[in-house]
């Protein structure tokens, strides 16, 4: 009954025009309480051999559970995962069909999902559709249309053909085909609950819940991907397959992928039921031998796609008819490159990322159908409109592609591939093609996103290769350490790679990256020395094995204190303990100009310290008890939280102020030790700390 009435109130807010696309917070808990406390002995009850083998002969409760995976406030929503985590190894898989309404389970092997010729029910439900189903509710999707632009989605249009939706968006939409079988793929799922589930599934594909459950989970997930192959014609536009469940569900399945599809759905159809290899055609503009043909032309015979576009240029030959194998039209090609799930069919890419919960769908402009050349696609985008050849290839006229061309290596790969690099490399980028067997440490292609953008692939930008092996543009590494931290605190998370959090380099972001180790190596230098005046550099927090900062005073001195740039002499200054900042919020909303060390803000004329100079002279806040930040007015100290609340403050007569010890935003502190340690004037007046270093030695 409680299953139920979450389900209607669920359906009515999702009917709801205001909305459409809302999901249950936790923070409404009161509709949820009495399901929450049920659900509580529920769990209490799995804890037991007993208890879940009773659990699992539940079918009722089976039944809702599914239903409030899909309907229930996040917190429920985590607590029915568990439940499922705990009871499922007592479900069979035929049994659990039997109570979910799954007709048929997918086949035993997967060799038998690959060539069954059968095109499937649009609403046939899958043993893990409703699994797949939260986490495709929780993907941005981006839609591209090679060599042109989508129209006529329900999504929010980014620049270069490139279009991005989410489920609910199209769903809410007038195009998505959908039965009532599928209803759980209304509404949206909060990330957070997407990567539970997508834990769930990817240990019971690894066998944690029993080796039955491991078969069926890797034999489902194959089934939904080689689903996009049986896609109809008539729904492989960007607007109609954008609108078809199969598409999300694949797209989901991308995020659960492990290496065992890899290795198993890629053979294609030139790989016989009976496991043996097919003739494949060769190239006959090859000599090797080994190079393959997908397309047939008329005149000119089996031709790769590297020979079909340069045969073609020419006007004379242009007119050649010209037809891809049915075999290629019919071929996939999954990849797991980084933790990133990749599909290529002839006329479509498609790739998602679970970890950031992105997808990207590319739409092929061929579809197998006889055609003939145009001109030359843009090397960059795949336009070609506009396209003129150049030093680097054919370029089109997008502002872009040329300033790409600009900084393009102008080389050319033994293989025939143009250099995806940059210009002056003293070692060129391997082929992204993956045409250098020799080149071991990439671990990426031409097809895979790049990391920072998550916008476009690779080859569609000059990349360099970073130390650690991994791929980026170029212009993405440099905007990222253009833009540095987010906020007013230095933080140096911005240079790690973002997928192996090794420390960016390369030579060419030499000119970005020294004036930021040299930021970073002052820091460091000043929080050390901070550490060291405080004790604190032989605290369990260093000297305990398999604490987060073992062995590592640095890293804990830089992540215990706050230092900021100094507008005026652009060097680091101290300003607090760094979780002095997270309990005031402050927000990335805030004025440079105002950031001032204490040295270039010394409207006291305070004493300079024999020993550490001005380096690391500290002012106190006007109106609290706490190192001062910002430096507004030309006369006034604030520290982070009185800054955020600066109109108020600033207005608040002297005498009303409250007195040491005093608290950020006008609040008095019990008791009579000032935080700061120090005797000062009354709260509202200017004060120099003096030597920070020297102040903290002397509290000893």
């Known amino acids: 009954m409680e299953a139920t009435r979450v389900r209607e109130e669920w359906e009515h807010a999702i009917s709801s025009k205001e909305n459409a696309n809302s999901q249950p917070s936790d923070e409404d808990a009161s509709s949820d309480a009495y399901c929450f406390e049920l659900l509580s002995m529920v769990l209490a009850l799995s804890g037991s051999n007993v208890g879940r083998q009773y659990l699992a002969q539940q079918l009722t409760l089976l039944q809702d559970l599914f239903s409030l995976l899909h309907t229930a406030s996040p917190r429920v929503q985590r607590q029915v995962t568990s439940l499922l985590r705990r009871v499922l190894p007592e479900v069979t898989p035929n049994r659990l069909a039997s109570i979910i309404g799954v007709k048929s389970l997918p086949p035993a092997d997967i060799s038998d999902i690959i060539h069954s010729t059968e095109k499937g029910d649009w609403n046939k439900l899958g043993i893990l559709d409703m699994f797949l189903g939260c986490i495709a509710k929780a993907l941005t999707v981006q839609l591209k249309a090679k060599g042109t632009t989508i129209t006529g989605t329900a999504g929010t249009t980014v620049g270069k053909g490139v279009t991005t939706v989410t489920l609910p968006m199209i769903f809410n939409s007038s195009y998505i085909r959908r039965g009532e079988s599928h209803w759980w793929m209304k509404g949206s799922t909060p990330t ?406 204490g040295a270039c803000s010394d409207v006291s004329r305070a004493q300079m310290c024999p020993k550490h100079g001005t380096d690391f002279l500290e002012y106190k806040c006007r109106y609290c008890c706490s190192v001062a930040v910002f430096f507004c007015f030309g006369t006034t100290h604030f520290c982070n939280a009185c800054h955020d609340d600066f109109q108020r403050m600033t207005s608040i007569p002297k005498e009303e102020l409250p007195h040491c010890p005093a608290g950020p935003k006008g609040k008095q502190l019990e008791g009579t030790e000032c935080p700061l340690h120090v005797v000062h004037p009354p709260t509202g007046e200017e004060f120099a700390l003096g030597c920070g270093v020297c102040r903290n030695a002397h509290t000893f």
Request: charged share 25%; proline share 3%; net charge neutral.
């Open 192 to 597: 957070q609950i997407s990567e539970i589930i997508i834990k769930l599934v990817k240990d019971m594909a690894a066998g944690h819940l029993s080796e039955a459950w491991s078969r069926v989970t890797k034999n489902a997930i194959a089934e939904t991907i080689i689903a996009l192959t049986k896609m109809e014609e008539e729904f492989r536009s960007p607007v109609r397959c954008i609108a078809t469940t199969r598409l999300w569900l694949a797209l989901a399945s991308l995020c659960v992928l492990d290496q065992d599809h890899v290795d198993r759905l890629s053979s294609g159809r030139w790989m016989g039921k009976d496991g043996q290899q097919k003739q494949m055609p060769m190239c006959d503009n090859h000599d090797d031998g080994e190079t393959a043909a997908i397309i047939l032309c008329n005149v000119c015979g089996n031709l790769c796609t590297d020979c079909d576009r340069f045969l073609h240029l020419h006007r004379r030959t242009k007119t050649h008819q010209r037809q891809v194998f049915k075999e290629e039209e019919e071929a996939i090609k999954v990849d797991l490159h980084e933790g990133c799930g990749r599909t290529k069919l002839f006329w479509l890419m498609a790739l998602a990322d679970s970890k950031t919960m992105k997808a990207m769908v590319e739409f092929r402009e061929h579809t197998g159908k006889p055609t003939t050349s145009s001109s030359e696609a843009c090397r960059f985008c795949g336009s070609r409109s506009g396209t003129e050849l150049s030093a680097v290839g054919s370029v089109c006229s997008d502002a872009d592609c040329q300033e790409y061309a600009k900084i393009a290596c102008c080389k050319t790969h033994p293989c025939g591939h143009p250099c995806g690099g940059v210009k002056n490399e003293e070692h060129c980028l391997p082929c992204l093609h993956g045409c250098d067997k020799s080149a071991t440490t990439l671990k990426q292609d031409a097809d895979d996103m790049c990391m920072i953008c998550f916008t476009e692939a690779l080859s569609a930008a000059p990349a360099i290769q970073l130390d650690c092996s991994h791929v980026f543009h170029l212009q993405c590494c440099r905007r990222v350490l253009e833009n540095r931290w987010l906020g007013p605190r230095i933080t140096f998370g911005f240079i790690s790679c973002p997928i192996c959090k090794n420390k960016i380099n390369h030579v060419v972001l030499k000119d970005l990256l020294d004036p930021i180790k040299e930021l970073y190596e002052d820091v460091k230098r000043k929080a050390l020395m901070r550490l060291e005046y405080e004790g604190l550099h032989k605290s369990e927090a260093i000297t305990t094995p398999g604490v987060r900062f073992y062995n590592d005073p640095a890293g804990y001195a830089m992540n215990r204190y706050a230092y900021y740039v100094c507008y005026k002499c652009k060097k680091a200054y101290f300003g607090g303990e760094a979780r002095c900042d997270a309990e005031a919020g402050q927000g990335d909303d805030y004025d440079p100009r105002e950031l001032i060390c």
